[in-house]
């Protein structure tokens, strides 16, 4: 198989957890998540990716780019089943419908696209924003579209008539994101310094968050839908009450922009990160209070991520290094230091990092030079291990762990490459097929002497016989630099 030839600067788990859709610059592959096997490569784009994403109903992936189109993958196949034009310019986000049937995408020419999924036709083509649109979402229940747009606004749009129902007017610096609750009966957009909750029903702009002074850079609510979390460059993260509109907490404690926040699965917990003061802070969601400080990264933090439990916390840079932590403790418990940037020019899509199964803490992670690796964490109470299960390297597999003691019917060159690539053990050779490899081997060589006219059979050539991956143990004769990996 073959990796990544550019930084991975994204990864997915699909929703089947089965699989993984990794990206880089213009790239997108699918993985097999139990195998770690490539199952295609596309590199349809002409130029870098801005979006990607899983369907949740669908055995699917949907990626968008720089080069104005929109493509559709098979993610059982790899095969791009279609590819969506319409845009002019930059395509800046896409979003599936909770139902998975229609697509919704954002670009730089000022429209919203919605597209059937299963035909690829352009049901409706929304206008009315006045400058590029920046984020679009579907609602939870799938018949409306939130857009906002660097013209301050943030548009409701039914899908069913292709109507704006509402103009929700008020930013004055961009509307740089828009998200909308659980329930789906509020969205919450942000622009410079404000977060604006607006009810989806009337239009009303029910609250005005304001308190930060400096740009916000994310939001979030939390899975219950009655707070939200706001982190500023004025270095303090936010909970407000959506009911309300009263901030409940201020946290105050990092030294420079705070750029990540992520609620806890538990939901007792919130965790901020800071790109430049290199710490993530776990805070009490009750109490307010800062339960740890996590230090210890060189480098600046570009991502965070809960694990599916509840129980870990990952945090990653752009340059390879990852941590993995004790929320309980507060303990750094296993530290990557990879070599190389993870981030690319395209800040839009960097997340090189996905934890998967919520059963079994297991995760995977994208590296600046292709290749990604998936990792296990076992281990009880504060005791933790993390080994690696599976990893793509230069275009190689390696897989851990993996023993081929007493297997047989394996040749000698599959014996060797299995080891290099991490088996352990010694496979066994029946009396049958050894005695047929021995006449072969002395086959070949005679042969090989014969047309030799003089040369040096016992030394490598360019013209030795190449290695058959087909037929029988006695039909493959050994390459001389057969201890090489041989990428497929």
């Not at 990544?4 to 997915?12: F, G, P, R, S, T």
């Not at 788990?13 to 295609?40: C, H």
């Amino acid at each position: 198989m073959t990796g990544h030839a550019e930084a991975v600067i994204k990864v997915l788990y699909s929703p089947k957890g089965d699989g993984i859709a990794s990206a880089s610059n213009d790239t997108v592959r699918l993985w097999n998540v139990r195998t770690g096997s490539s199952r295609k490569v596309s590199s349809h784009h002409s130029r870098p990716l801005m979006g990607l994403k899983y369907s949740s109903k669908r055995n699917q992936v949907v990626s968008c780019s720089q080069d104005s189109t929109i493509r559709l993958w098979n993610a059982e196949t790899g095969v791009c089943c279609r590819t969506l034009t319409g845009h002019d310019g930059y395509v800046w986000n896409i979003s599936y419908s909770p139902q998975g049937d229609h697509l919704v995408s954002c670009g730089e020419d000022t429209t919203v696209h919605l597209w059937d999924v299963e035909s690829g036709t352009c049901l409706h083509n929304f206008t009315g924003h006045t400058g590029s649109v920046i984020d679009v979402t579907f609602s939870p229940q799938g018949d409306q579209i939130a857009s906002s747009s660097v013209d301050n606004d943030v548009r409701l749009w039914n899908v069913n008539t292709s109507e704006c129902q509402h103009v929700l007017s008020g930013h004055s610096n961009g509307a740089w994101v828009v998200i909308y609750s659980p329930q789906g009966n509020q969205v919450a957009s942000a622009d410079g310094g404000t977060v604006r909750l607006w009810d989806v029903q009337t239009g009303a702009c029910e609250h005005i968050l304001t308190g930060h002074s400096d740009r916000v850079q994310r939001i979030i609510y939390s899975a219950k839908g009655n707070q939200i979390a706001s982190v500023c460059s004025d270095t303090t993260v936010r909970l407000w009450d959506v009911r309300t509109g009263v901030c409940s907490h201020i946290f105050i404690g990092h030294q420079r922009d705070v750029t990540r926040v992520e609620y806890s699965p538990r939901g007792d917990q919130v965790a901020s990160a800071s790109y430049n003061d290199k710490t993530v802070r776990l805070w009490d969601i009750e109490s307010g209070e800062c339960r740890h400080t996590l230090t210890g990264h060189k480098m600046e933090i570009y991502a965070i991520a809960y694990s599916p439990s509840g129980k870990h916390i990952a945090s990653w840079s752009d340059t390879g290094e990852g941590k993995l932590w004790d929320v309980e403790t507060g303990d750094c418990y296993w530290n990557l230091n990879h070599g190389g940037p993870t981030q690319s020019a395209n800040n839009y899509l960097s997340h090189p990092f996905v934890w998967m199964s919520p059963d079994v803490d297991t995760f995977i992670t994208g590296y600046g030079d292709g290749s990604l690796k998936a990792w296990k964490v076992t281990g009880e109470g504060d005791q933790h291990r993390v080994h690696m299960h599976w990893r793509s390297i230069n275009g190689r597999l390696t897989v851990e762990d993996a023993c081929v003691q007493d297997v047989q019917g394996l040749n000698d060159f599959n014996k060797r490459l299995l080891k290099q690539r991490g088996a352990t053990g010694e496979p066994r050779l029946r009396l049958r097929e050894a005695s047929k490899k021995v006449m072969s081997m002395v086959s070949v060589v005679s042969k090989f002497r014969s047309s030799s006219s003089g040369m040096d059979a016992s030394s490598p050539s360019s013209t030795s016989p190449g290695i058959a991956f087909t037929g029988h143990p006695e039909q493959q004769t050994e390459q001389a630099t057969g201890a090489e990996a041989v990428e497929n």
